[in-house]
């Protein structure tokens, strides 16, 4: 018989009520929730009776099945965070006597440092929309926004008009875990910003109303594979070939900012990041800028 697909491997109780508690007490987005429920159906799936008599020995197989499958470094990374919280909240709840994962460790993460575009790319993508059209505004304010902010595309797409703070310039954003912040963005994302409000978002909305910033032409709001399909072709007529994707955007912002000498603090204040040492790869993408600055430019390199 062919074995179920770890997406089709049934729920436990145990693992619904974390789920449950993920998505109540934690406020995680629908996003993290499915992916952790991904995750807990493939330990399910390796672990005939997960819940309550796991060892160390059950999860380190498990954990060494993952590599034996090909998962990138950072999926099990993501993984084995899952199993952390899930069997965390169980010894909490007092469903098992001892948390058997405590001592599982992540691998290292970002061994391929994060893509980002360097400042010309970045004024390149930014121009390639029209400003003719209304989608071409909104699609310019989005991209300057994001540069200007490091904002998550899901971020960027659930903004409320009611966030932008214009006169102070800075939004107000919801993130991960249902974790408010406020990020402050330039005058070049600002000007891109009052032009669409001005020029773009009305015709876009056609006399509808909505409590977004960026619209669609029916009026709802734009969604983050509407986002990643537009970045995509504005990519192309950039002429930028490597892989583009939000995310790259994110890096991009983050690491300009600390190339440009900002502190880390500050940089994982605005990213939204729970732990500084997610922040910390972007002092390794600013080394090796500079290593290979020297490569190029001193005479003696």
């Known amino acids: 018989m062919q074995a179920k697909a770890p997406g089709r ?12 508690f993920c998505r109540v007490e934690k406020g995680l987005a ?38 034996n499958a090909g998962m990138s470094a950072r999926s099990i990374a993501r993984h084995i965070a899952t199993i952390r919280n899930f069997y965390g909240f169980l010894a909490r709840e007092g469903t098992i006597p001892k948390d058997p994962s405590e001592l599982l460790t992540p691998p290292r993460q970002w061994s391929i440092l994060p893509k ?21 505004l909104r699609d310019r304010a989005m991209l300057e926004l994001m540069y200007a902010s490091g904002l998550r595309v899901s971020e960027l797409c659930g903004l409320e008009l009611s966030g ?14 249902n974790k408010h912040r406020i990020v402050p963005f330039g005058r070049s994302a600002a000007e891109a910003i009052d032009r669409y409000l001005r020029e773009g978002r009305g015709k876009l909305l056609g006399g509808a109303m909505s409590s977004f910033l960026f619209v669609t032409a029916r009026g709802g709001a734009m969604t983050r594979q509407a986002f990643w399909t537009l970045l995509k072709g504005y990519g192309r007529k950039a002429g930028i070939s490597a892989r583009l994707t939000p995310h790259v955007i994110r890096h991009s912002f983050a690491t300009h900012l600390v190339e440009g000498g900002a502190d880390l603090r ?5 990213l939204g990041h729970a732990d500084i040492s997610t922040t910390q790869v972007y002092t390794h993408v600013a080394r090796r800028h500079l290593r290979e600055t020297v490569d190029q430019h001193h005479p003696r390199a």
């Open 164 to 177: 932008l703070e214009r006169t102070l310039g800075v939004i107000r954003v919801v993130g991960k875990g």
């Open 266 to 270: 500050s940089v994982q204040v605005m």
């Open 116 to 136: 980002y575009l360097n400042r010309e790319e970045v004024e390149r993508l930014i121009a390639a929309p029209p400003d003719s059209k209304p989608t071409g």
């Open 9 to 20: 491997a049934p729920l436990s109780g145990p693992a619904r009520a974390f789920l449950d």
């Open 30 to 67: 629908a996003n993290s929730i499915s992916s952790y429920a991904t995750d807990l159906k493939r330990l399910i799936k390796n672990l005939p009776v997960p819940d309550k008599d796991a060892t160390q020995n059950h999860l380190g197989a498990h954990i060494q099945s993952l590599y």
